[in-house]
């Protein structure tokens, strides 16, 4: 089955500076990968997505990249505000119709 | 993106007890899965509920102690059986909305205590 390996598994960062969280997966056949925030005592929240077609996507300051060859995904968030701290998971999945197997998680400190 | 209400948010069971945890989703959706997570940990998935057909379970979870109901397209249920210390983690449901942006959205969880 698939196996997602996540790096960091901490990380403290200045206000304003950028953030980068990288994920592994093992199965060639995942297709579909999201990445989810989750604030403390809340439930984990979608914050961007990437499809195999697509290299990289950017939303304001969040962009992904895939590497399928490599079978490497990774996170960029820019300007980083003190609000951006939280865990970060990364995922993978066949399709987006399909179970979501998710990293181990990434847990984000912004510095004020 | 569909709303969940998920029922329990939170419970202390004694051991060998069971507990039934409700997801309730406000639209007809295909793929409902339910998810663990222990405290600062990830999220485990247990099973993928089908509706009309048996759940499909992860490798080291079983129907037995995680029975699992789909009567239709917005319900599902999940039980944890026998209860022991171990089995103290957040339980979530979890909606996939068929391909749209929204990806899958999480129920906001049942935090289960046994003692």
Redesign the interface.
């Given at each position: 089955g698939e196996n997602v390996e996540q790096h960091p598994s901490t990380l403290s960062v200045q206000e304003g500076d950028s953030a980068v969280i990288k994920c592994t997966y093992s199965d060639s056949a995942s297709n579909y990968f999201p990445w989810y925030k989750q604030e403390l005592g809340k439930r984990p929240q979608l914050i961007i997505d990437i499809r195999s077609n697509v290299g990289e996507k950017k939303d304001q300051r969040i962009a992904v990249t895939l590497n399928k060859t490599a079978k490497h995904f990774s996170l960029h968030i820019t300007e980083t505000q003190p609000e951006d701290s939280a865990v970060y998971f990364c995922a993978a999945a066949q399709t987006s119709y399909d179970k979501v197997i998710f990293g181990p998680g990434t847990s984000l400190s912004v510095i004020p | 993106s569909a709303v969940i209400s998920q029922k329990p948010s939170r419970d202390i069971c004694q051991r060998g007890t069971s507990l039934t945890i409700q997801c309730q989703v406000d639209s007809q959706v295909?793929?409902m899965?339910w998810y663990r997570q222990q405290p600062g940990?990830?999220?485990?998935?247990i099973a993928?509920a089908n509706q009309g057909s048996e759940a499909t379970y992860?490798?080291g979870f079983v129907i037995d102690k995680f029975p699992i109901s789909r009567p239709n397209l917005t319900f599902s249920t999940l039980t944890v059986s026998n209860l022991s210390p171990e089995d103290s983690s957040i339980y979530?449901c979890?909606v996939?909305e068929?391909?749209k942006?929204?990806?899958?959205?999480?129920?906001?969880?049942t935090r289960l205590t046994v003692v």
């Amino acid at each position: 089955g698939e196996n997602v390996e996540q790096h960091p598994s901490t990380l403290s960062v200045q206000e304003g500076d950028s953030a980068v969280i990288k994920c592994t997966y093992s199965d060639s056949a995942s297709n579909y990968f999201p990445w989810y925030k989750q604030e403390l005592g809340k439930r984990p929240q979608l914050i961007i997505d990437i499809r195999s077609n697509v290299g990289e996507k950017k939303d304001q300051r969040i962009a992904v990249t895939l590497n399928k060859t490599a079978k490497h995904f990774s996170l960029h968030i820019t300007e980083t505000q003190p609000e951006d701290s939280a865990v970060y998971f990364c995922a993978a999945a066949q399709t987006s119709y399909d179970k979501v197997i998710f990293g181990p998680g990434t847990s984000l400190s912004v510095i004020p | 993106s569909a709303v969940i209400s998920q029922k329990p948010s939170r419970d202390i069971c004694q051991r060998g007890t069971s507990l039934t945890i409700q997801c309730q989703v406000d639209s007809q959706v295909t793929m409902m899965f339910w998810y663990r997570q222990q405290p600062g940990q990830s999220l485990t998935l247990i099973a993928t509920a089908n509706q009309g057909s048996e759940a499909t379970y992860e490798s080291g979870f079983v129907i037995d102690k995680f029975p699992i109901s789909r009567p239709n397209l917005t319900f599902s249920t999940l039980t944890v059986s026998n209860l022991s210390p171990e089995d103290s983690s957040i339980y979530l449901c979890s909606v996939e909305e068929g391909g749209k942006y929204y990806g899958y959205t999480f129920g906001s969880g049942t935090r289960l205590t046994v003692v």
